[in-house]
């Protein structure tokens, strides 16, 4: 069977069989990809405005662009949307929503851009939205640290070296060790933020975009600090997603990561148990 052309899939033009569900399958990423849907939408919103100051769109047209992809935000945010078994990923059911419901005039909202430049561009978006999160929720453990450590100055603990005894050391120090090693994640994340904080869209697929599309007013539009310089490897480039995977010292991006709190608490627990062991043998009553 062809494929229809109403079908947003991106393979198939020239197949006259639909492929083997096991293929089917594999190409759809809908369950991984859906958490893009906003940074889809406003990338796409961005897009439509820069196609409309290109003179590609009029502002009548931009306009009913940008409100439909609201109606779509919101319908993501509500749950009422549907999804069809052609709907491979977040952006082919963001694209078919869109011309549902302003027709031909959605399908122009691709002009000059490719699928390429516009996944990197959303996962560079998700990324930076994920890190700022992160951020925000490592600074208030560092924060309660510090207001505990505060607390608690001058009071003694054992310090730990080898899970053996080795020194009396302050219960304060002991915990901002643990604030100080978040805020060293901080820091990495901040640099992974700023190195990946480029925008490629207005790449294309790989050639660049030739219709005079302003990416200096498109990066600045989306909070980006500059654009990619080469196209080629603006869209093949996904050295930002590994660095972010082989930051294993992540606490909150992945349940499975937790490694630095883990610490924190494996290190109290152990120090809780072997103070209630001292504890209680040197009160116990001989009878």
């Given at each position: 069977?062809?494929?229809?052309?109403?079908?947003?899939?991106?393979?198939?033009?020239?197949?006259?069989?639909?492929?083997?569900?096991?293929?089917?399958?594999?190409?759809?990423?809908?369950?991984?990809?859906?958490?893009?849907?906003?940074?889809?939408?406003?990338?796409?919103?961005?897009?439509?405005?820069?196609?409309?100051?290109?003179?590609?769109?009029?502002?009548?047209?931009?306009?009913?662009?940008?409100?439909?992809?609201?109606?779509?935000?919101?319908?993501?945010?509500?749950?009422?949307?549907?999804?069809?078994?052609?709907?491979?990923?977040?952006?082919?059911?963001?694209?078919?929503?869109?011309?549902?419901?302003?027709?031909?005039?959605?399908?122009?909202?691709?002009?000059?851009?490719?699928?390429?430049?516009?996944?990197?561009?959303?996962?560079?978006?998700?990324?930076?939205?994920?890190?700022?999160?992160?951020?925000?929720?490592?600074?208030?453990?560092?924060?309660?640290?510090?207001?505990?450590?505060?607390?608690?100055?001058?009071?003694?603990?054992?310090?730990?070296?080898?899970?053996?005894?080795?020194?009396?050391?302050?219960?304060?120090?002991?915990?901002?060790?643990?604030?100080?090693?978040?805020?060293?994640?901080?820091?990495?994340?901040?640099?992974?933020?700023?190195?990946?904080?480029?925008?490629?869209?207005?790449?294309?697929?790989?050639?660049?975009?030739?219709?005079?599309?302003?990416?200096?007013?498109?990066?600045?539009?989306?909070?980006?600090?500059?654009?990619t310089a080469n196209s080629m490897h603006?869209?093949?480039?996904?050295?930002?997603?590994?660095?972010?995977?082989?930051?294993?010292?992540?606490?909150?991006?992945?349940?499975?990561?937790?490694l630095r709190i883990g610490r924190l608490?494996?290190?109290?627990?152990?120090?809780?148990?072997?103070?209630?062991?001292?504890?209680?043998?040197?009160?116990?009553?001989?009878?």
């Amino acid at each position: 069977m062809a494929t229809s052309k109403n079908s947003y899939q991106l393979w198939g033009g020239r197949f006259s069989e639909k492929p083997s569900e096991a293929l089917q399958a594999l190409n759809i990423s809908l369950p991984y990809d859906s958490r893009l849907y906003a940074d889809d939408l406003d990338a796409s919103k961005a897009y439509a405005e820069a196609l409309q100051r290109a003179g590609y769109l009029n502002t009548a047209e931009a306009d009913k662009l940008v409100k439909s992809l609201e109606l779509i935000r919101y319908d993501w945010i509500e749950r009422t949307i549907k999804f069809l078994p052609t709907d491979e990923d977040v952006h082919t059911v963001n694209e078919r929503l869109l011309v549902e419901i302003t027709g031909e005039l959605g399908q122009r909202l691709h002009t000059g851009r490719s699928r390429n430049d516009q996944v990197v561009t959303d996962m560079k978006l998700w990324l930076r939205r994920g890190i700022r999160e992160t951020l925000g929720r490592l600074s208030r453990v560092i924060e309660s640290a510090v207001k505990q450590a505060e607390v608690h100055l001058g009071v003694l603990m054992p310090g730990y070296t080898h899970m053996q005894r080795a020194q009396p050391v302050q219960f304060s120090h002991w915990l901002l060790s643990h604030a100080f090693a978040l805020r060293e994640d901080c820091l990495r994340l901040v640099e992974l933020r700023d190195r990946a904080n480029v925008l490629p869209l207005g790449s294309g697929a790989l050639a660049g975009n030739p219709l005079g599309i302003d990416r200096l007013w498109l990066a600045e539009r989306l909070g980006f600090s500059g654009v990619t310089a080469n196209s080629m490897h603006a869209v093949g480039d996904r050295d930002f997603v590994v660095n972010l995977n082989r930051s294993k010292w992540i606490g909150f991006l992945s349940a499975d990561r937790r490694l630095r709190i883990g610490r924190l608490f494996r290190q109290g627990i152990m120090i809780r148990s072997c103070c209630t062991r001292y504890w209680n043998r040197e009160h116990t009553t001989v009878l």
